[in-house]
């Protein structure tokens, strides 16, 4: 986890967030932990949800701040949806 809490870090440090820390984005290579699937990363402040996400908190496992053309925040707490 410490890879990808340094990965995140890096993102933020250089003013980005990433919407979309699951499973399915993080990849384990012979080189280390990458992340993928930058299709819900921006600049922090501009960078929103998809006004058409699926919302089943059950099915998707996002967190409490997650929402319908929502911005995308930092996430300070070292917690992800379903990581």
């Known amino acids: 986890m410490e890879e990808l809490w ?3 870090k890096t993102l933020h440090d250089a003013g980005y967030v990433h ?3 699951r499973r399915p ?5 012979t080189e280390g ?4 699937d930058f299709d819900w990363c921006g600049e922090v402040g501009t ?5 058409d996400i699926f919302m ?6 996002w967190h409490h701040g ?7 925040e930092r996430n ?8």
Not at 33 to 36: A, D, F, H, R, V
Not at 56 to 61: A, E, K
Not at 66 to 72: A, E
């Open 6 to 8: 340094k990965a995140v």
């Open 19 to 21: 919407g979309d820390i």
């Open 25 to 29: 984005n993080i990849m384990i290579t």
């Open 33 to 36: 932990l990458k992340l993928i």
């Open 47 to 51: 960078a929103k949800y998809p006004a």
């Open 56 to 61: 089943d908190p059950v099915r998707n496992g």
């Open 66 to 72: 997650v929402s319908r053309g929502g911005l995308i």
């Open 76 to 83: 300070t707490t070292n917690t992800c949806s379903t990581v």
